[in-house]
């Protein structure tokens, strides 16, 4: 072998050797390709799961809304079961210091709407306990007898009556716990004297049918006084709300006061 060969030989394999060390750096190589794309199908279902999961974990329904669903249910079925549900079109329930207008649809009762409201500064009493003037709200079951206030006519589909500066709501015995118009001073609610509780109110039918004279007079459910949601035994709402009560509510409605759900089917 001459010089010259022995140096090509040499170049040759010098070429070979850098063409092995380039492919064995240059690029992961066909085994490896295969390795991760065997392993592909296994990260995207792992990130598929990750991904449901997290939208099982958000799509899962606050407890508080199911609650105050079923909540909602119970009151409805008792409303339609009871006997002043069946006899009316409309109910106002009182249950702590909520009032919620429910509406009988295919007599079934469905919940409208819900405000705030107060009632008598020493709390609720059975309607057949209250005496007059015991600070208390009566509780049962009565019939809205009409609305009134001081505008001469207002937007509802109730009875209404304005009140007149001889306007009063008599607690004497003669004409006790009814609204009277007289030139002579009659005892009871000078209905005149209370601008902003009367501007708008409704007649609660409590102690009507028969009267028991002393057991209570002038319950209504009225506007709210400034700065206290309490009363003398009237239910209490802010002047927006009794707004919206009036257009709201017809002839066919009564108010149930109550302190806890179950007590319902009473009535």
């Not at 974990?57 to 008792?78: F, H, L, M, W, Y």
């Not at 208390?136 to 589909?157: D, H, V």
């Not at 006790?176 to 005149?192: A, M, T």
């Not at 009267?211 to 002038?218: K, Q």
Request: neutral net charge.
């Amino acid at each position: 072998m001459n010089k010259w060969s022995f140096s090509k030989n040499i170049a040759i394999a010098g070429i070979l050797c850098l063409s092995i060390g380039f492919l064995s750096f240059a690029g992961p190589g066909e085994d490896y390709k295969k390795k991760l794309d065997a392993e592909n199908p296994v990260k995207e279902t792992a990130q598929n799961i990750s991904v449901s999961s997290e939208v099982k974990s958000d799509g899962t329904s606050d407890p508080s809304v199911s609650t105050e669903n079923q909540k909602e249910e119970r009151i409805s079925t008792a409303l339609s079961a009871s006997q002043v549900g069946k006899k009316e079109e409309q109910i106002l329930l009182l249950l702590d210091h909520k009032l919620s207008l429910w509406n009988k649809k295919e007599g079934r009762y469905i919940k409208f709407k819900e405000w705030q409201c107060g009632y008598g500064r020493n709390g609720l009493k059975d309607a057949e306990l209250r005496k007059e003037g015991d600070g208390t709200t009566p509780k049962g079951a009565f019939p809205i007898s009409f609305a009134f206030g001081f505008a001469e006519r207002e937007n509802t589909k109730l009875p209404y009556r304005q009140i007149k500066k001889n306007s009063v709501w008599s607690d004497e015995k003669g004409s006790y716990n009814q609204w009277v118009e007289s030139n002579r001073y009659v005892s009871g609610e000078q209905l005149w004297n209370y601008k902003i509780c009367y501007e708008k109110a409704l007649a609660i039918g409590f102690n009507q049918n028969p009267v028991v004279y002393g057991r209570g007079s002038a319950i209504f459910l009225h506007i709210k006084a400034p700065g206290t949601w309490e009363s003398s035994g009237c239910v209490t709402v802010e002047k927006s709300s009794m707004e919206e009560l009036l257009t709201l509510v017809n002839e066919k409605v009564s108010i149930i006061i109550l302190q806890d759900e179950e007590e319902i089917k009473e009535y």
